[in-house]
T-cell receptor, first 114, second 114 residues
């Protein structure tokens, strides 16, 4: 149990719709990162939020956006869903670099786009 | 672009045998992570390696890091069925800044046969 919770656990959407995924970070962690894991592949870095600001982004289009709230929880929003967006979305929380080296992953949200 | 390659991609082992998973990466990094993932589950942190020559052991698993060779290994000693899972290495691409942004390898699916 990592203390990182994600909701919902499963979600089915149709192409073109919008989706919001949520993540509550471990207590005291001010950084949240989001990863996309397609079936049979390693997770890919989407973006990271540190103290409510975006702090780095991977190779994902602008229709992937996020937010971090003052309590350090976070949302991942995906607009105009495509079939290839079907994946496990993982949230990870951590302390800032130099304060702790571990990332703690949540259980993920399995998104299916039909 | 940073690349992280693991080999083998699939490993079928007999219980009691030893084997090594290799993780090569293409650019300098001062942090390397090993994770375990069971089917349909999230990522479980195994090791964080922070310096050249670092070696960590937990039970039947031992991880090492050679930053000059850009190589990490995960050695399995006397495998048991419970070790069956997918193992990922991940390289931290952060440069200063706040936190960890990981690039994951392709994963090694380990199946331990009785």
């Amino acid at each position: 149990e990592t203390g990182v919770t994600q909701s919902p656990t499963h979600l089915i959407k149709t192409r073109g719709q919008q989706v919001t995924l949520r993540c509550s970070s471990q207590s005291g962690h001010n950084t949240v990162s989001w990863y996309q894991q397609a079936l049979g592949q390693g997770p890919q870095f989407i973006f990271q939020y540190y103290r409510e600001e975006e702090n780095g982004r991977g190779n994902f289009p602008p229709r992937f956006s996020g937010l971090q709230f003052p309590n350090y929880s976070s949302e991942l929003n995906v607009n105009a869903l495509e079939l290839d967006d079907s994946a496990l979305y993982l949230c990870a929380s951590s302390l800032e670099r130099g304060q702790g080296e571990k990332l703690f992953f949540g259980s993920g949200t399995q998104l299916s786009v039909l | 672009e940073l690349k992280v390659e693991q080999n083998p991609l699939f490993l079928s082992m007999q219980e009691g045998k030893n084997y090594t998973i290799y993780c090569n990466y293409s650019t300098t990094s001062d942090r390397l992570y090993w994770y375990r993932q069971d089917p349909g589950k999230s990522l479980e942190s195994l090791f964080v390696l922070l310096s050249n020559g670092a070696v960590k052991q937990e039970g039947r698993l031992m991880a090492s890091l050679d930053t000059k060779a850009r190589l990490s290994t995960l050695h399995i000693t006397a495998a048991v069925h419970d070790l069956s899972a997918t193992y990922f290495c991940a390289v931290d691409t952060s440069r200063g800044g706040a936190t960890n942004k990981l690039i994951f390898g392709t994963g090694t699916l380990l199946a331990v046969q009785p």
